[in-house]
């Protein structure tokens, strides 16, 4: 059965994040780095700039840049956003760098829609909750999906139909092929071959007497889309979040604990489903002027019980409501980090906490059976938050 592939890439990732933080920056090029310069918006790379290059070339060639310092935790915080969505559609995601990954979604037809509905369904997700561009491509194997989003950019979705990828592949010029780089193209173009489809009329001999037998082999076989490698799930995730974005407004503290509260069962039941344990709870909150920040609170012992970790980010959100009650709020979202496997942990539970992870297990399984309004925790009834959960009249 032909595989779906997705490789879903963000645009101009640093400079995305720069942008999307300070609105002066919008429209402009900017250049995240100053000594070397790591990344460039799409402002800058029009004018030519590749990354990385060192800053007085990067100035030369575009004297009017806005260079800014790179802020690694608010990346790291964004791609950990995207790869919780990237989980969202499917377990089996391989990450290739901060902010890349392929994601099989084979077979998910029925559950989730086809391919090209699920990558769509990824990209604005990704632009609404996290406020960045995602471009993704959709093919039957890794490479060719990699082609393919690198062919949509900037924010783009391409969608190459099973059967079609030849046509889709030869007319390209031979950089597209993954690992060519100026040497290889150089060897090649001296021979007068520049698009894919002459790569692929050559005879694998042909190929290695230019190339050598690794080089020849390699290309021999992408230019006939050739490549079997599955996506690989072998790490770990880091984290397991969610969150709910809502239109400016003022909210009240209930309010604010409620739909808190909502998102929390929501990872929790996830953390539970994938048998694991969080130790940090981490709190994110955006201001309505759209800025963002994190509170976050380590616990003494890994959990997965509901309760414990709505204690916890209860905790942090009314020590942040005074800065809330003046900013606004137009998101909320929770993540639990530091994860574990539950099994090693379950026994040193103490008794309170086993007595709620058997309210948890009974929400979870009624959520299962008859869907997620059929539980109502007892505090979103203003109740208890240690409440047996309550069918509702
Ligand atoms: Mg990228």
Request: aromatic content about 4%; some cysteine; charged content about 25%.
């Amino acid at each position: 059965m032909a595989r779906t592939i997705l490789h879903a890439d963000l645009d101009s990732f640093y400079a995305s994040v720069e942008q999307r933080d300070d609105p002066r920056l919008r429209g402009r090029p900017v250049l995240v780095g100053g000594g070397v310069v790591l990344a460039a918006s799409c402002e800058a790379k029009a004018r030519g700039i590749r990354t990385p290059i060192s800053g007085r070339e990067a100035r030369r060639l575009c004297p009017d840049a806005v260079i800014v310092r790179p802020r690694m935790e608010a990346y790291a915080e964004a791609s950990a956003r995207v790869f919780e969505i990237f989980h969202d559609v499917s377990p089996e995601v391989e990450g290739v760098s901060i902010d890349e990954a392929f994601i099989d979604v084979t077979g998910l037809g029925r559950l989730v829609g086809d391919g090209p509905s699920i990558a769509a369904a990824l990209r604005s997700r990704v632009h609404r909750d996290v406020g960045l561009a995602l471009s993704v491509g959709v093919a039957t194997t890794k490479f060719l999906a990699k082609v393919a989003s690198a062919v949509s950019k900037p924010d783009g979705l391409l969608v190459v139909e099973p059967g079609q990828e030849l046509q889709f592949l030869h007319p390209l010029p031979i950089q597209r092929l993954w690992g060519v780089g100026p040497v290889t193209a150089g060897k090649l173009n001296d021979r007068g071959l520049r698009l894919v489809a002459d790569v692929a009329a050559l005879e694998l001999d042909q190929l290695i007497a230019i190339l050598g037998p690794g080089w020849g082999r390699h290309l021999h076989a992408l230019a006939h889309n050739h490549d079997a490698r599955p996506v690989v799930t072998g790490r770990r995730r880091r984290s397991i979040g969610a969150q709910r974005a809502f239109p400016r407004g003022r909210l009240g503290l209930d309010e604010a604990e409620a739909i808190l509260l909502d998102v929390i069962e929501r990872v929790m039941a996830r953390l539970r489903r994938a048998h694991r344990l969080g130790r940090t709870v981490v709190l994110r909150l955006r201001f309505a002027d759209f800025t963002e920040v994190t509170r976050s609170h380590t616990l003494a012992e890994s959990t997965n019980t509901t309760a414990t970790v709505v204690i916890t980010a209860r905790t942090l959100l009314r020590a942040a409501w005074p800065e809330i009650s003046e900013r606004g709020l137009s998101k909320v979202g929770i993540a639990l980090q530091g994860l574990s496997d539950d099994a090693a942990v379950q026994l040193v539970l103490p008794f309170g906490d086993k007595d709620l992870a058997g309210v948890d297990a009974a929400v979870d399984a009624i959520h299962d059976r008859f869907g997620k309004s059929s539980v109502v925790r007892a505090s979103l009834l203003g109740r208890s938050i240690l409440g047996v959960p309550m069918l509702p009249d």
